[in-house]
């Protein structure tokens, strides 16, 4: 039987250190049926364009495209469209891949009949004291490690995944990602595949590895960003938010209800104490976990990274409800709920 063609697609912006480790973890592929590798870019600033371009000219089954609105989002389906494969492999700039990464996603996907395949998100570890320390706090349960698609060694169904290989004909049925969302298409999109019948399966056995952001500020931007964007993503389509998206924006009311007590109410004030202590006695048996299992040298930051994601993921959601009421007094409107088509 011939392999099934691939069609890989890539959206970039800015990924100078991480494109190249990327775009050669997918050219050492051992699948033998790739038949292009479409990269959109954003209108990168800081000299990944030009890297591309070189790139390209020594590999020719990259094709580059001009995103200018930017968006990963667009980039996606931008990228997509331009797509022949039979099979739509979506890869994210910001990791690395296995060898057999290609190889093992067509095979779940002939093998679970599933629409979408992916593996679980695995660290990589090779890459700075930084970069692994905040990776460690996110793959734990206290920070966003809760959800089944982060499990590094679970299979079965889950409702989402990352990054994502799927069959051509479920952009030809679900359409295509909702380009009003820049952070949380994947939930929409994969929301909206299951309401067509299609299921998501998950296997250890595809290995993609997870590059996290370098510093303080980049991670907090990212948590911020993504707060922000689940409020959007629960006005257009409910399904997709699963309480665990929410819990930031309500420990955010919690204390912020809990610290306006303690000013006027004295009784309150041992009862908001109590939260916080026993809040931050809570990150410190992660950060002594983590530190058990990882090494002594995560312990003393980890308790302070996990308050600001949380912090960061809590405000940005908090600023989304803020953005819509903002939205609705001013009477300004936005199609979000527009769903491009595989067909222009």
Not at 59 to 76: E, M, S, Y
Not at 128 to 154: I, K, M, N, S
Request: with cysteine; charged share 20%; hydrophobic share 45%.
């Amino acid at each position: 039987m011939p392999l099934p063609a691939v069609s890989i697609v890539i959206p970039v912006r800015n990924e100078i250190e991480a494109i190249r480790p990327c775009l050669e973890a997918v050219l050492a592929q051992d699948y033998d049926n790739i038949l292009e590798i479409i990269i959109a870019d954003g209108s990168s600033s800081d000299g990944t364009r030009p890297l591309l371009g070189k790139l390209a000219h020594n590999w020719p089954l990259i094709i580059l495209l001009d995103n200018p609105q930017r968006t990963q989002t667009t980039g996606l389906n931008m990228a997509i469209r331009h797509t022949r494969g039979e099979i739509i492999v979506r890869l994210d700039a910001h990791a690395t891949y296995a060898p057999d990464y290609i190889r093992q996603c067509v095979s779940a996907l002939e093998q679970s009949g599933a629409g979408c395949v992916g593996g679980g998100v695995n660290l990589l570890r090779s890459n700075g004291f930084w970069p692994t320390l905040f990776g460690l706090v996110q793959e734990h349960p206290l920070g966003t490690g809760v959800a089944r698609f982060r499990r590094t060694g679970y299979e079965g169904y889950v409702d989402t995944v990352w990054p994502g290989a799927y069959r051509r004909e479920v952009f030809e049925q679900v359409g295509l990602f909702r380009e009003a969302l820049t952070r949380t298409e994947d939930l929409d999109f994969h929301a909206r595949l299951r309401r067509q019948g299609y299921k998501i399966w998950q296997t250890p056995l595809i290995r993609p590895y997870y590059r996290p952001r370098s510093t303080i500020g980049g991670i907090a931007r990212q948590y911020f960003s993504n707060g922000e964007q689940v409020i959007e993503t629960l006005l257009v389509n409910l399904s997709a938010i699963a309480l665990r998206h929410l819990v930031p924006y309500f420990w955010i009311t919690v204390l912020l209800l809990g610290a306006i007590g303690a000013l006027f109410l004295p009784v309150m004030r041992l009862g908001f104490l109590g939260l916080i202590v026993l809040y931050g006695l809570v990150c410190l048996i992660s950060a002594v976990m983590i530190a058990a299992k990882h090494g002594l040298r995560y312990f003393w930051l980890s308790p302070w990274i996990f308050p600001l994601i949380h912090l960061s993921y809590g405000l940005g959601s908090w600023f989304g409800v803020w953005q819509v009421l903002s939205r609705q007094m001013n009477r300004k409107s936005r199609d979000w709920r527009a769903i491009p088509r595989l067909k222009s």
